[in-house]
């Protein structure tokens, strides 16, 4: 029904930057909430950043506002995260998550936890070192 395809991880230094793409592949690519979650071994998922891709309203987290940016482009089907300025606590795992049939930002507003969102990517990892 739906398949995500995370893309753009990898190693870099503090300060530097990453761009990571998400590849939406499923019916109504408008009416989504898309989530980026990030895991470290042995700690919970925390939530990034998410879009509602019917206005492009966006969320972040306290701890990436004003270094991660969110864009999507509706001819790839496609969400970015832009991550500047990286720090070494950004190094996890990032998961692209999908709440489908969404119509509204309030709703994806409200949407923090995983257990919201019913599809998820493999997974990119990603490693800034000092």
């Known amino acids: 029904q739906v398949q995500l395809v995370e893309s753009g991880g990898g190693s870099v230094q503090a300060g530097g930057s990453l761009k990571l793409s998400c590849e939406y592949n499923?019916?109504?690519?408008?009416?989504?909430?898309l989530n980026w979650f990030r895991q470290v071994p042995g700690k919970e998922r925390e939530g990034v950043a998410r879009?509602?891709?019917?206005?492009?309203?966006?969320f972040y987290a306290d701890s990436v506002k004003g270094r991660f940016t969110l864009s999507q482009d509706n001819a790839k089907n496609t969400v970015y995260l832009q991550m500047d300025n990286l720090k070494p606590e950004d190094t996890a795992k990032y998961y692209c998550a999908a709440r489908t049939g969404v119509y509204s930002r309030d709703t994806c507003g409200a949407a923090a936890l995983s257990s919201a969102y019913s599809f998820w990517g493999q997974g990119t990892q990603v490693t800034v070192s000092i």
């Open positions: 879009i509602y891709t019917g206005d492009s309203t966006t």
């Open positions: 499923g019916y109504s690519f408008s009416s989504n909430c």
